[in-house]
């Protein structure tokens, strides 16, 4: 069945995903809804809930997966493996805090700057902020380097999506890696390296 979902049904949701992702919520749960109704009909694990589901399958959100295939692309344009955007995605280092993504500012307010805020431009750097310094400094490496870190990372990250009751259960704000990755950082730092 997870065939058949990834070559017939992934494709379709994730077709020109790092351009056209949903930010609003209820347009999140509705594409969420497809992949949670599809995976509670495998009849080995219907029983789980659909968190629970994600980890038996080893599959991310589809909210995950889109976020995903933005810092690769991110990713790519600051190694000039793909063309720039017509506003420039740029990068500086710090010695503090390594590789990091210049976040255009935003010059209006209201609609405009929400659709703005959530567009591949300031998305995708933000999401590549979110990143631990060591994989935001990979560079000059094969991009199978950079996912496999990638990947790694984010299989400590949760990935709670919100589709109906689930939302109360979560402990950030959404399931995005911008509000994940903060309650995930809050914990390392008062737990330590040995509580991760």
Same mark, same amino acid.
């Given at each position: 069945?997870?065939?058949?979902?990834?070559?017939?049904?992934? *494709?379709? %949701?994730?077709?020109?995903? #790092?351009?056209?992702? =949903?930010?609003?919520?209820?347009?999140?749960? $509705?594409?969420? +809804? @497809?992949?949670?109704?599809?995976?509670?009909?495998?009849?080995?694990?219907?029983?789980?809930?659909?968190?629970?589901?994600?980890?038996?399958?080893?599959?991310? *959100?589809?909210?995950?997966?889109?976020?995903?295939?933005?810092?690769?692309?991110?990713?790519?344009?600051?190694?000039?493996?793909?063309?720039?955007?017509? #506003?420039?995605?740029?990068?500086?280092?710090?010695?503090? %805090? &390594?590789?990091?993504?210049?976040?255009?500012?935003?010059?209006?307010?209201?609609?405009?700057?929400?659709?703005?805020?959530?567009?591949?431009? @300031?998305?995708?750097?933000? %999401?590549? +902020?979110?990143?631990?310094?060591?994989?935001?400094?990979? #560079? +000059?490496?094969?991009? !199978?380097?950079?996912?496999? !870190?990638? $990947?790694?990372? %984010?299989?400590? @990250?949760? $990935?709670? =999506?919100?589709?109906?009751?689930? @939302? &109360?259960?979560?402990?950030?704000? *959404? +399931?995005?890696?911008? $509000?994940?990755?903060?309650?995930?950082?809050? !914990?390392?730092?008062? #737990?330590?390296?040995? &509580?991760?």
């Amino acid at each position: 069945m997870m065939t058949l979902f990834r070559s017939l049904v992934l *494709s379709r %949701l994730e077709y020109c995903c #790092t351009l056209t992702a =949903p930010f609003k919520a209820g347009e999140i749960a $509705d594409l969420e +809804n @497809v992949q949670r109704t599809f995976t509670a009909r495998i009849t080995e694990i219907k029983h789980l809930n659909y968190w629970e589901r994600l980890k038996f399958l080893n599959l991310y *959100s589809l909210e995950r997966r889109r976020e995903r295939y933005m810092i690769i692309y991110t990713w790519k344009i600051l190694e000039g493996l793909v063309p720039n955007l017509h #506003t420039k995605i740029t990068h500086y280092e710090s010695k503090r %805090l &390594g590789r990091r993504c210049n976040i255009p500012p935003m010059k209006s307010r209201g609609v405009t700057s929400t659709l703005r805020d959530h567009t591949i431009s @300031v998305r995708g750097p933000r %999401l590549f +902020n979110c990143l631990p310094a060591y994989i935001r400094g990979i #560079t +000059n490496r094969p991009l !199978a380097v950079f996912k496999l !870190a990638l $990947d790694k990372h %984010l299989k400590s @990250v949760p $990935d709670q =999506p919100g589709c109906g009751s689930y @939302v &109360g259960l979560r402990a950030a704000s *959404s +399931n995005s890696l911008v $509000d994940q990755a903060l309650i995930h950082q809050e !914990a390392w730092s008062q #737990t330590g390296p040995r &509580g991760r």
